[in-house]
């Protein structure tokens, strides 16, 4: 199994920044793409960004230019966020596609338990 472990959420005023962490523990051999979603009241989930094992990154248009996804050698994904804005809000997840585990032949995907992101005008 693979634990998702968020960090870094909260509350700010537009034009502010936060930066999200997510650690991934576990019987990890190897994962595929780290990448953090959301969803805000009343819509459907939606990616935010990632970041395969070997550095491409993918970003939703809304955030180009304002938020940089970033990961470590040790399954750590974490998401810069610049310029936020109200439209910004909502429970920010990260997930781990891809993800191979000791002892099994397949490839599971995991999501992280979200952090609550809050930006006010």
């Known amino acids: 199994q693979v634990r998702l472990v968020e960090s870094g959420g909260g509350a700010v005023q537009a034009g502010g920044s936060l930066r999200l962490s997510c650690a991934a523990s576990g019987s990890i051999v190897s994962i595929d793409v780290m990448g953090w979603y959301r969803q805000a009241p009343g819509k459907e989930r939606e990616l935010v960004a990632d970041?395969?094992?070997?550095?491409?990154t993918n970003y939703a248009d809304s955030v180009k230019g304002r938020f940089t996804i970033s990961r470590d050698i040790a399954n750590t994904v974490s998401l810069q966020m610049n310029s936020l804005k109200p439209e910004d809000t909502a429970v920010y997840y990260c997930?781990?596609?891809?993800?191979?585990?000791?002892?099994?032949?397949?490839?599971?995907?995991?999501w992280g338990q979200g952090t609550q992101v809050t930006v006010s005008s």
């Open positions: 997930n781990a596609g891809g993800a191979r585990i000791v002892g099994s032949l397949g490839r599971f995907r995991y």
């Open positions: 970041i395969t094992s070997d550095g491409r």
